[in-house]
């Protein structure tokens, strides 16, 4: 049973500093253990510009040693704007020190089925005896329809168990041949945090957390067998909330 965490802030720009420093301080506990390494998983949207930002904020920021993945991705040249990993190039990755081959991209030239086989041999050399990768920390968003990667309300692969990297060639949301992350692999992480913030997501969140008719939604389905659970929300993605929330005071190590 993991254990989860609602923490609410006042504000997207109050939460985007706890966000980073969360990044930080789970970076450095990896890096200092056995492991000697940071493995993290990251998701495109509102997240690229407000991780950016706030990482490259951090005076200290050392990511020399660590490995980044992305927890769903765009079946889409690199330079295309729907690119999860062309963004963060360009916001981030380009402005801070990670070697090029600790960076785990998609190949776009392949078709879709392909695509998702060769990122899950790349995850599984990076992983090396792991059955299902394991990552420090998988950063996760969630749209208004409850969906989280690209794992979708009432799709298939939300029942996939074999396979730790899926293709999606009929996404709801377009673009629609995509490459995610599964459950299993999800599931597997260390602490996996969502990051959700406006009024509009409000409806679902409530849903979400608290439970309603019908199955469960994606995002409802992410609980990490042996990790933490954390749910960074501003207030207005909050307001519809009946459970207890925690409010982290300024500065407070998540």
Known sequence: MCSRKVLVFPSAEELGPALARLVSSRAKQACSSQRRRFALGLSGGSLVSMLSRELLALPDLDSSAWIVGFCDERLVPFHNEESTYGLYKNQLLSKINIS??????????????????????????????????????????????????????????????????????????????????????????????????????ASVLKHVLEGGEGPPLPAARVSPHQGELLWLLDEPAAASLSLQVGRPAPHAEL
């Open 100 to 201: 090029e081959d600790a960076v785990l991209t998609i190949d776009p030239s392949l078709p879709v089925e392909e695509c998702a086989e060769d990122y899950a041999r790349k995850l599984s050399e990076t992983f090396p005896g792991e059955e299902v990768p394991t990552f420090d920390l998988l950063l996760l968003g969630m749209g208004p329809d409850g969906h989280t990667c690209s794992l979708f309300p009432d799709h298939p692969l939300l029942e996939e168990t074999k396979k730790t990297v899926a293709p999606i060639r009929d996404s709801p949301k377009p673009p629609p041949e995509r490459i995610t992350m599964t459950l299993p692999v999800v599931n597997a992480a260390r602490c996996v945090a969502f990051v959700s913030t406006g009024a509009s997501k």
